[in-house]
């Protein structure tokens, strides 16, 4: 019998990878993961969860969002509930997004139709969609506790975009590290990743026994 973990996370990749390739995308970082969590991965329709498009007003809109975001919660109906979200570059501004429409106390409803207790984000950024970011307003989703990971030298998103999405959380821990466009796996960072997965195992075992 597989050991069950005692941390589900669903993970979200980036722009024109799948499942797949995160998986691998994640290796170096997978020894932080492994003994806490069981990964699951989802590949979005044509490998992208949006695909931003502006108007002749220069109004960006995110075209595929809607459909992406069924999938997302498709998944998390049949193999949820899911206690974290791990997204890399879009999956982290998919990641972001998803943050503002967690429910807070469990209960699901049309406005907030996901719950979840912790997110790792790495090279994200703001979306800017103006409708899609009415979700960063709702200030009381955002004070889960989350990592940001971000490469001094990404050229695939800019570090100050990341920097300004960490700004729209509460108290977020920034790792910043020497690459680019990469989920990186330092022993540094492996220890980081790992102290904060430790640190939701225990919180979870709390709130189960406050519910008791």
């Not at 949820?80 to 990641?95: C, H, I, K």
């Not at 807070?104 to 719950?115: A, Q, V």
Request: one cysteine or more; glycine letters at 8%; charged letters at 25%.
């Amino acid at each position: 019998k597989v050991e069950e973990k005692p941390l589900k996370i669903l993970c979200l990749h980036g722009f024109n990878t799948d499942g797949d390739i995160m998986k691998r995308q994640l290796r170096f970082l997978y020894p932080a993961i492994e003994k806490t969590s069981e990964l699951v991965f989802l590949t979005a329709k044509d490998k992208m969860w949006f695909l931003p498009s502006e108007d002749e007003n220069g109004v960006t809109t995110s075209v595929g969002w809607e459909e992406s975001l069924q999938s997302i919660l498709d998944t998390v109906k049949k193999q949820g509930p899911f206690d974290g979200l791990f997204g890399f570059s879009q999956g982290a501004v998919a990641t972001s997004i998803l943050v503002g429409m967690r429910s807070l106390n469990g209960i699901l409803t049309k406005e907030h139709p996901i719950s979840f207790k912790f997110a790792i984000l790495v090279s994200g950024n703001l979306t800017h969609d103006p409708k899609i970011a009415q979700a960063y307003a709702r200030r009381e989703c955002y004070s889960l506790p989350t990592i940001h990971i971000i490469g001094k030298n990404d050229d695939a998103m800019d570090p100050k975009n990341s920097f300004a999405l960490a700004k729209v959380f509460i108290n977020p821990i920034i790792i910043e590290h020497d690459g680019g466009h990469i989920i990186p796996g330092t022993p540094s960072i492996q220890n980081k990743v790992s102290t904060f997965l430790n640190q939701m195992v225990e919180e979870k075992k709390q709130g189960h026994k406050s519910r008791l």
